[in-house]
């Protein structure tokens, strides 16, 4: 069997829309930061899909090194700021934390 550009533009949807699908549906801060890394996941696979499978051009696996480095540094930014806003509010529930004061 023959894996093709389709296949993993597939696979990259569904990574796609099950990151949008947590973001839109979680309260919790953890989950909405789980679907924002799984957008990321399917913007890596396609950068390096399409650098396979397109002759001449850009690298894909330039970008999605930066990808990486990106997710990794807003994963720790936003688990400091999560840590943060527990702290002052004692809940990560997005609902509750619409008053930035305290």
Do not use: P, W
């Not at 913007?43 to 002759?55: D, G, Q, R, S, Y």
């Not at 850009?58 to 840590?83: M, N, R």
């Not at 702290?87 to 509750?96: H, T, V």
Request: hydrophobic share 60%.
């Amino acid at each position: 069997m023959h894996v093709s550009l389709v296949h993993y533009l597939t696979v990259a949807a569904v990574l796609f829309g099950l990151g949008l699908f947590t973001v839109m549906t979680r309260r919790n801060a953890v989950g909405i930061l789980l679907g924002v890394e799984l957008i990321l996941n399917a913007a890596a696979l396609n950068f390096v899909a399409f650098e396979h499978f397109v002759a001449g051009g850009v690298s894909g696996q330039v970008f999605t090194v930066f990808i990486i480095i990106l997710a990794a540094s807003e994963a720790a930014i936003a688990l400091a700021i999560v840590l943060q806003v527990y702290r002052g509010y004692r809940s990560i529930l997005s609902a509750q934390l619409t008053d930035l004061k305290n």
